[in-house]
């Protein structure tokens, strides 16, 4: 409070108690009249304080907010069922935020997934290119305990996602053997063929004993293992330079029988 103002306000008291005793009603009349008057500047000074304190607090420097910034969500889990593929993204005490803070929205072959303001930082998820159509309005997001829950609805219920984009199915589709309908052997080789190629030394070595014992077979006129034996195969005998050791076929790696 301002002196001027705690002065009037004294000021004021003491008019009260003058017109309050005075006897002669002139003396009241001039007394309530000055009265008026210093009450009506106390209540300015009331006033012009308030709109002072008001400015002040409006020029007062607020408190910087602190700076956010975007991150792209690139890891995550998937699994599916016949109805649903659904999206795991792990985001630590994301429980806390409130429900406007996550927001998820989807069209026919993408997602799109927002967490704003988790540890000073907002989380971006977006697919384009999903592996499979989806039904936008039947899509949803959970939130649970540091974790987000996609809910994708399949189109095509039933159907089995090779991967969760379009381009991981393609990668994983180019990763399955060809088969040949036309030659029974065809899928037997190409399975070996590929266990060969992705297997480790201990899984080459196997098929290389695999692949001897079966030539040993045919040599005494028994029944091999089908497929074996067939060029192409790397690493494995009956390609031209490739053979065992002290069994008239060189070039082939050494291997424990």
């Known amino acids: 409070m301002s002196h001027k103002l705690e002065e009037a306000q004294k000021d004021v008291e003491e008019l009260r108690t003058l017109v309050t005793s005075a006897s002669r009603k002139r003396v009241q009349d001039t007394l309530a009249n000055e009265l008026r008057k210093m009450e009506i500047e106390v209540t300015q000074l009331q006033e012009a304080a308030v709109s002072a ?29 016949d109805k649903f593929t659904k999206l795991y993204l792990m985001l630590k005490n994301v429980q806390g935020l409130t429900k406007e803070a996550v927001t998820s929205s989807f069209s026919e072959k993408g997602v799109e997934v927002k967490v704003e303001g988790l540890d000073g930082k907002n989380h971006h998820l977006r697919i384009t290119s999903l592996a499979g159509a989806i039904k936008p ?15 994708l609805a399949k189109a095509d219920s039933g159907v ?5 984009t379009a381009e991981d199915a393609k990668a994983s589709e180019a990763r399955k ?40 077979k045919t040599m005494r006129g028994e029944p091999g293992m089908p497929g074996m034996g067939m060029p192409g195969m790397p ?17 082939m790696p050494n291997m424990d029988l």
């Open 53 to 81: 304190a008001s400015l002040q607090q409006q020029q007062r420097p607020k408190p910087p907010t602190p700076a956010t910034y975007t991150v792209t969500i690139r890891n995550y889990s998937w699994d599916q069922s």
């Open 137 to 151: 309005d039947s899509s949803y997001h959970k939130v649970k305990t540091d974790m987000v829950v996609i809910m």
């Open 160 to 164: 089995k996602w090779l991967g969760v």
């Open 177 to 216: 053997p060809k088969t040949d309908s036309a030659d029974p052997n065809s899928g037997m080789m190409d399975l070996m063929k590929q266990m060969y190629e992705d297997g480790d030394d201990k899984m080459k070595q196997m098929l290389n004993k695999t692949w001897y014992e079966s030539q040993q």
């Open 235 to 251: 690493g494995m005998p009956g390609m031209p330079g490739m053979g065992m050791p002290g069994m008239g076929m060189p070039g």
